[in-house]
């Protein structure tokens, strides 16, 4: 069946380091790739998208790559800061009103 | 500032149950969806409105059943709770054509003894 990404993995990072979550996804028709992120209480919340035909795309302090060839998608986010401390989860929409989410990621920040 | 407003953050009912879970959003969005989250498992659409009265079903609607009077407000339904329906429940909404940036309520953890 459809899946994206892994059981839960966790991450841990030094504050002002670097980050980089990756996921893999299955299904090639999908038409976006999008990140969300869930802090502790909270429901997800929207971070970026990629659309199918781009490779990559910049926001604040996010950058997310998509390669198409071996169906993989990451999020990487510069200079990591306490307030990132969260589950991150990759998706993407397979057409109509369906999402595929994948487990999440759990980042940890060290100060 | 956009707004998903679930109404519960906790509720704990008992096997056989009828449970209403409620959901409404202020952005006029056409779109609105019912997720469960269980560890491992990621997201998992149980039921999706594309306007009033309209409903289709998701992954895992067994069990459930939706109702949209409004356009703000998606209710679920858990006919006759049972204890493998507990589980995080998370409602979002998003714009008709944008299905891909959904905004999220806080969810309601929902406890079935």
């Known amino acids: 069946g459809e899946s994206v990404g892994l059981h839960l993995p966790t991450l841990s990072v030094q504050e002002g380091d670097n980050s980089i979550i990756n996921c893999a996804y299955s299904n090639s028709a999908s038409d976006y790739f999008i990140w969300y992120k869930q802090e502790s209480g909270k429901g997800p919340q929207f971070i970026i998208d990629?659309?199918?035909?781009?490779d990559k795309r910049q926001g604040q302090r996010v950058t997310v790559l998509l390669n198409k060839t071996v169906k993989h998608l990451s999020l990487q986010i510069a200079a990591t800061q306490p307030g990132d401390s969260a589950v991150y989860f990759c998706a993407e929409h397979t057409g109509g009103f369906k999402t595929i989410f994948g487990a999440g990621t759990r980042l940890f920040v060290k100060a | 500032d956009v707004k998903v407003t679930q109404s519960s953050r906790y509720l704990v009912k008992r096997t056989g149950e009828k449970v209403f879970l409620e959901c409404v959003q202020d952005m006029d969005h056409e779109n609105m969806f019912w997720y469960r989250q269980d560890p491992g498992l990621g997201l998992r659409l149980i039921y999706f409105s594309y306007d009033v009265k309209m409903k289709e079903k998701g992954d895992i609607p067994e069990g459930y059943s939706v109702s949209r009077e409004k356009k703000e407000r998606f209710s679920l339904i858990l006919e006759s709770a049972s204890t493998n329906q507990t589980s995080m429940y998370l409602c979002?909404?998003?714009?008709?054509?944008?299905?891909?940036?959904?905004?999220f309520g806080a969810g309601t953890r929902l406890s079935v003894l």
């Open positions: 990629i659309r199918s035909n781009m």
């Open positions: 979002a909404s998003s714009l008709l054509d944008r299905v891909n940036i959904q905004y």
